[in-house]
């Protein structure tokens, strides 16, 4: 089955500056990579994702990039703020719609004042 | 975006009785749920996946005569924890599908104490 595997687990940065989240993957046959912001104790978030046919996107300080031939995917946050402060996840799917998503391990961002 | 409920938020129970934990998507036909379990500073951890009139179907280690799942409407799914132990104390998340669509919408969670 699909593995994905995360890093760093934690990460610290200064306000202002940009974070970087990876994830791999193992399944060739996912091809829906969605990422999730968790404040502690509330539900994931999506805040954005990815399909196969896809090699970047971008939303205002959001961008998520992947490398399907390498099976990596990665979060890139600009300009960070202090709210940006919370546990995210990558996770994989395939394609059906019925297709069980897989998490990542998560990585606790910790935004720097 | 959709709304996925669950109740209750927080339940205690006593060790050796059962909790049944509701997941309603209020606004769109969930074809599948899913149900996630989630250990403090953990990841959620998929249990199952249910398809509306169909059996469950669990992830390795999840044993299903414990975590017994109920699919029977296309917008209810339940979760019931029989015999409960400390052990199961976590946070159960669901979430919901519609037909056709990848995105998954997440249901608040319920706190589950096993005293």
């Known amino acids: 089955g699909e593995n994905v595997e995360q890093h760093p687990s934690t990460l610290s940065v200064q306000e202002g500056d940009s974070a970087v989240i990876k994830c791999t993957y193992s399944d060739s046959a996912s091809n829906y990579f969605p990422w999730y912001k968790q404040e502690l104790g509330k539900r994931p978030q999506l805040i954005i994702d990815?399909?196969?046919?896809?090699g970047e996107k971008k939303d205002q300080r959001i961008a998520v990039t992947l490398n399907k031939t390498a099976k990596h995917f990665s979060l890139h946050i600009t300009e960070t703020q202090p709210e940006d402060s919370a546990v995210y996840f990558c996770?994989?799917?395939?394609?059906?719609?019925?297709?069980?998503?897989?998490f990542g391990s998560g990585t606790r961002l910790s935004i720097r004042p | 975006g959709a709304v996925v409920s669950q109740h209750p938020s927080r339940v205690i129970c006593k060790s050796g009785t059962s909790v049944k934990i509701e997941c309603r998507s209020l606004d769109f036909q969930a074809t599948t749920m899913f149900w996630y379990r989630q250990f403090p500073k953990q990841s959620l951890m998929l249990m199952a996946t249910?398809?509306?009139?169909?059996?469950?179907?669990?992830e390795q280690g999840v044993e299903k005569d414990k975590f017994l799942i109920n699919h029977a409407s296309l917008t209810l799914s339940t979760l019931t924890v029989t015999s409960a132990h400390p052990e199961d104390s976590s946070f159960y998340i669901c979430?919901?599908?519609?037909?056709?669509?990848?995105?998954?919408?997440f249901g608040p969670g319920t706190r589950l104490t096993v005293t």
């Open positions: 990815i399909r196969s046919n896809v």
């Open positions: 249910s398809n509306e009139g169909s059996k469950a179907t669990y």
């Open positions: 996770a994989a799917s395939g394609d059906s719609s019925a297709s069980k998503i897989i």
């Open positions: 979430s919901a599908k519609g037909s056709g669509v990848h995105e998954q919408y």
